[in-house]
C-alpha cells in the first residue's frame, strides 16, 4: 500500500468518527478544503460514495460503514504500533483513558493517580466518569472500571479494590419511631429511599442474601435518587432507610449519623476491577498503571 492511500484511509476514519469535516480537520490538523479533496480523491479510487453530505448531516453509506468496520482494527493496530515505538524510551509516555464509575474514581484512581503522576510526567491519564456501561473499544478507552461481577468474560480483569458490602442504614431519628427490621419481610412497614438505575432506568431491588437464600427485595418510600449521596443525606434526615454500599455509609455510621441494620443479610461482592481487551499490546504507561493500580491484600 502507497502511503498516500494510508493516509486518505486514516481521514476517511476521522471524518466518519467525528461525523463532521470540522472536528476531523482539528483533529487531523489539516483545513476542511483539503480533507474535502482527499475524500473525493478516496471516493473516485474506490468508485463508491463513502460518505453522505447534507447541510445538517454527515455520515458513512453503507458502503463506508463496511470500510469502517473493516479499517477499525488496522489503524487501531498501526496506532499501538507507533505509540509503543515512540514509548521505548527511558520513562513511560503517553495518554490513558479511563471509563469509571464516580465512587471509583474517587476511592480508587484517585488515590493512586494522586501519588503516581508526579514521578512520571510525560504520563497523561483522563477520567470519564460514567454511571453506565461503554463499550471501551468502540469509544477508543484503554480501559473501564466496574465492579467485578458485571465484566464481561472476554475482557483481563484486575482487581483494583477490596470486596465490597451493601449496607442497610437509617438515622437514630427515624429508629426512635420505627422498630428496626429485622428481616427483609419487615421492609414492607418501612419508608425506603429508592435508587434509579442509570442503565435500564428501573428501580433497584435490594440484593440480600442469607447464607443460600437470596432475596432482590422492592421497597416503597416517598423519594426516589440516582446519586447515592443524595440517598445517604435523606437517610441521615429521617426520610427512611438506604441500602447502598458500605464504604459509602462508612463515616456516617462512624460518626453516629446512620445506624446500620440487617448486617446479617449483606454477604460481600467483587470489588471494583480495571478491564480491558485481552488481545491489546499494553504500552509501558499503561502496565505502570495497572501495576500501581493492583489490589494486594
Known amino acids: 500500500m502507497r502511503r498516500e492511500e494510508l493516509v486518505d484511509l486514516n481521514a476517511f476514519a ?26 473525493n480523491r478516496l471516493e473516485a479510487r474506490v468508485g463508491v460514495r463513502l460518505l453522505t453530505r447534507t447541510t445538517r448531516k454527515l455520515a458513512p453509506t453503507e458502503a463506508g460503514e463496511r470500510m469502517l468496520r473493516a479499517l477499525g482494527p488496522a489503524l487501531d493496530t498501526i496506532a499501538e504500533a507507533l505509540a509503543s515505538a515512540r514509548e521505548l524510551r527511558e520513562k513511560p509516555a503517553g495518554t490513558i483513558r479511563i471509563t469509571t464509575l464516580e465512587h471509583a474514581a474517587h476511592a480508587v484512581l484517585w488515590p493512586t493517580l494522586e501519588k503516581l503522576l508526579p514521578n512520571y510526567p510525560d504520563v497523561q491519564v483522563e477520567l470519564v466518569i460514567e454511571p453506565s456501561f461503554t463499550d471501551i473499544v468502540a469509544e477508543r478507552f484503554d480501559a473501564g472500571v466496574r ?47 429508592n435508587l434509579r438505575l442509570p442503565t435500564a432506568g428501573g428501580l433497584y431491588a435490594w440484593e440480600l442474601q442469607k447464607g443460600r437464600r437470596e432475596l432482590h427485595v422492592r421497597v416503597d418510600g416517598q423519594l426516589v435518587f440516582n446519586d447515592a449521596s443524595m440517598m445517604l443525606r435523606a437517610a441521615a434526615t429521617g426520610f427512611g432507610l438506604a441500602c447502598v454500599p458500605d464504604d459509602h455509609a462508612a463515616q456516617m455510621i462512624a460518626e453516629g449519623r446512620l445506624v446500620r441494620v440487617l448486617e446479617d443479610w ?32
Open 266 to 297: 449483606c454477604p460481600p461482592f467483587a470489588g471494583y476491577h480495571l478491564y480491558f481487551p485481552s488481545r491489546r499490546q499494553p504500552s509501558a504507561a499503561f502496565s505502570l498503571l495497572v501495576d500501581a493500580l493492583r489490589y494486594r491484600r
Open 14 to 39: 476521522t471524518v466518519a468518527e467525528e461525523r463532521s469535516f470540522t472536528r476531523a480537520a482539528a483533529k487531523l490538523g489539516t483545513s476542511q478544503s483539503a480533507l474535502s479533496h482527499t475524500i
Open 147 to 193: 465492579l467485578g461481577e458485571s465484566i464481561a468474560k472476554d475482557m483481563v480483569a484486575v482487581r483494583i479494590g477490596p470486596d465490597l458490602r451493601m449496607a442497610v442504614v437509617g438515622s437514630r431519628a427515624y429508629f426512635a419511631a420505627h422498630p428496626k427490621p429485622r428481616t427483609p419481610q419487615d421492609l414492607a412497614q418501612h419508608q425506603c429511599i
